[in-house]
């Protein structure tokens, strides 16, 4: 019985700690973006900015893990503007509100001024700041809780013709 | 994940939560490989100073947990040994417009404030502490507000009239809480403000000074006279507009005065992190700094605010100017602020010397690496800024 018990936790060890692991937020520095684009060449992509003291944030993040999931043939990429010190916050928030299919990422480098400025000069850091990158990659910005008629809008214009619907759970 | 469980045993059901709470544990105590290697924390960069009647500046910030104190007798270029604050470490919030405060009483004592930030995201404690010799001692740390919920109540900001009361504002969501019981809407935070009466012994408040802040920028607070103080901060105006307010209030717990103070119709459902600095002149003009990431104007802003408008509003710097500050002496008005130029951070400096009307502007310094906001100080009929960046740490500049 008790081997019986041990196999049944190792079990549900590996279905509740995959999610959890896949969650891991990756390092983006001043070369991310361009290294995306290079990856998503000829694809649209999004990539939304957002912090753990902002309070639109938290919705941001689960409307775009619910639209990653229904949209996933559109590349979506979460990163947390948060200086390193406030990364294990920032981790616990992106578990919270998102999975591993939003791609979870994080500013590698307190020096935000110059990965705000590989991103978008133009950007002064206000958070949720939202890109949606065209096939050809120009990139329309949003600052502030996105619309949802707008992003379903864009989502399903830039969607490749053969619209995927895996993923919806 | 739930429907998974729905078709499981009890025997699983078990192992899983035991396995839930196994994995939580886990991640609560080690981060992911990925940021361990790319990310090391140092000490935080905000901090704040200011020179008493004799000169020597004062200057706090924090370190794992303490806020500490230098003083500097030659306006920075030397500094002496730290000193902490606060003897037991606590969780100090302290970056960008988060930074800890520093203010001297008439009789030269140092009055400091930080945000203690509590277990629940986006919560905090507005903390006190005082010294009267100068600073070889201090007081045990207080919370400043009679409310004790765990709530947000944060970015502090710290002011002294000229009769030695102690006015400390700050972010507070209880009324959002409150109406999150009730089921209804609340746009933003809200402004309080406590008042001390006995150096800092204790605090009288919680008063409300406005319904509708924005909720993640610094108010910047200046004294008014004796017994009256101006508030200047980002608001949530209807529906989602947030430019600024301006308020007057008494140190006996009446607000005297509220209004709208910027007309950039920003409207935004987010957080700028980038609060407003404020100043009246001798002639009794009102100064003011703000950010505005309003379509096809945002950037960083001077103008003085007048009943319902804002007059000789112009763009200050170039379009990466960010986190500007603002400061008087007499007719003399001193603005600071940084610009990163795609290689480097940039701080530049304006002064006018005939209360806002011609302006000169200064390359003040650069920094390649992370930097704190520029604070503005005044000594005497000069202004100083104080600019701590990593490679440079409490770096102080003149601005002639």
Excluded at chain 2, 193 to 200: N, T
Excluded at chain 2, 259 to 282: K, L, M, Q, S
Aim: glycine residues 6%.
């Amino acid at each position: 019985m008790k081997r019986f018990i041990f196999s049944l936790l190792a079990c549900g060890l590996v279905v509740v700690a995959q999610p959890a692991a896949a969650v891991e937020l990756k390092p983006f520095d001043e070369n991310s973006l361009a290294a995306l684009k290079q990856e998503q060449a000829g694809r649209p992509f999004v990539l939304v900015l957002w912090s753990v003291t902002c309070v639109p944030c938290r919705e941001e993040l689960r409307l775009w893990n619910a639209w990653s999931n229904r949209y996933s043939a559109i590349k979506v990429v979460l990163v947390s503007t948060d200086p390193p010190q406030d990364h294990a916050a920032a981790q616990h928030m992106a578990e919270r509100y998102a999975d591993a299919s939003a791609d979870p990422r994080a500013f590698a480098s307190d020096y935000a001024e110059r990965l705000r400025w590989s991103i978008d000069p133009a950007w002064h850091g206000e958070v949720p700041r939202t890109y949606f990158f065209d096939a050809a990659h120009h990139a329309a910005p949003k600052s502030g809780l996105v619309d949802a008629a707008f992003v379903e809008a864009w989502l399903a214009k830039n969607s490749p013709t053969t619209k995927s619907t895996k993923g919806t759970r | 994940m739930i429907p998974l469980t729905r078709n499981l045993s009890f025997a699983f059901s078990v192992a899983l939560i035991v396995a839930t709470s196994l994995t939580q544990a886990h991640t609560e105590d080690t981060p992911p490989t990925a940021m361990k290697m790319a990310m090391k924390p140092g000490p935080a960069l905000a901090a704040t100073a200011a020179f008493d009647a004799e000169g020597t500046l004062w200057a706090v910030r924090s370190e794992a947990g303490h806020i500490l104190l230098q003083s500097s007798q030659d306006a920075g270029s030397h500094w002496s040994p730290s000193v902490k604050i606060n003897a037991e470490p606590e969780s100090i919030a302290a970056e960008g417009d988060g930074s800890p405060k520093l203010a001297l009483g008439p009789q030269g004592e140092l009055y400091v404030t930080w945000t203690k930030p509590m277990t629940k995201p986006y919560t905090g404690e507005v903390r006190f502490a005082r010294s009267l010799d100068r600073g070889k001692t201090f007081s045990p740390p207080l919370t400043v507000h009679a409310d004790r919920q765990e709530i947000t109540h944060r970015f502090d900001a710290l002011a002294v009239t000229g009769s030695g009361q102690i006015v400390v504002a700050w972010i507070d969501k209880r009324d959002l809480e409150q109406t999150k019981k009730n089921a209804t809407d609340y746009r933003g935070a809200a402004v309080y403000f406590a008042v001390s009466d006995d150096r800092g012994a204790t605090f009288r408040g919680d008063y409300r000074l406005a319904d509708h802040s924005c909720e993640c920028c610094r108010i910047a607070l200046r004294v008014d006279g004796n017994h009256e103080v101006i508030a200047f901060w980002r608001h949530v105006f209807e529906p989602d507009i947030r430019d600024h307010a301006l308020a007057r209030f008494s140190t006996d717990g009446t607000v005297k005065e509220f209004r709208r103070a910027t007309f950039d119709e920003w409207h935004v459902d987010g957080c700028p992190h980038h609060g407003p600095a404020i100043a009246r002149d001798a002639r009794g003009r009102l100064h003011a700094v703000w950010f505005t990431g309003a379509e096809g104007k945002a950037g960083v802003y001077y103008g003085r605010l007048i009943d319902g408008a804002v007059a000789a509003q112009r763009k200050v710097g170039a379009g990466t100017a960010a986190h500007a500050d603002l400061a008087v002496t007499g007719r003399r008005v001193a603005l600071a602020w940084k610009e990163f130029d795609g290689q480097r951070t940039q701080l530049f400096g304006e002064v006018s010397d005939d209360g806002g009307e011609h302006w000169r502007r200064i390359a003040l310094a650069q920094a390649d690496g992370p930097s704190d906001h520029p604070r503005l100080l005044v000594r005497g009929n000069d202004f100083h800024v104080l600019w701590n960046t990593e490679k440079e740490p409490m770096r102080v500049v003149a601005l002639k």
